[in-house]
Nanobody
Framework: QLVESGGGLVQAGGSLRLSCVFS????????MGWFRQAPGKEREFVSA????????YYTNSVKGRFTISRDNAKNTVYLQMNSLKPEDTAVYYC?????????????????WGQGTQVTVSS
């Protein structure tokens, strides 16, 4: 089970931190990802982190602005979003995948959260 929080309304240039608490088998959170879906658009990859190594990568549009991290003790993954832009407006989803998950491929993840709305006003 994945539960996201931290979304909200923010002005352009502002910051938000999303959280995603994972409850389940450790095997199932081999990689954790953040995806987003704007109205009328397909779900797109934002960032992913490999739990054990901490290695992470990002889609180009958020590089230098977003940072993904995890807290092993809290079983939580975070997405720190800075310098937000109106085009970042979307529902953000957390996902968990077992070994074999392709970090940027939504279809390869096993579990999904319910999503949290992020709205950036201009």
């Amino acid at each position: 089970q994945l539960v996201e929080s931290g979304g909200g309304l923010v002005q352009a240039g502002g910051s938000l931190r999303l959280s995603c608490v994972f409850s389940g088998r450790t095997f199932s959170r081999f990689v954790m990802g953040w995806f987003r879906q704007a109205p009328g658009k397909e779900r797109e990859f934002v960032s992913a982190i490999w739990w054990r190594s901490g290695g992470a990568y990002y889609t180009n549009s958020v590089k230098g602005r977003f940072t993904i991290s995890r807290d092993n003790a809290k079983n939580t993954v975070y997405l720190q979003m800075n310098s937000l832009k109106p085009e970042d407006t979307a529902v953000y989803y957390c996902a968990a995948g077992s070994p074999g998950t392709l970090g940027d491929r939504a279809s390869t993840y096993d579990y999904w959260g319910q999503g949290t709305q992020v709205t950036v006003s201009s």
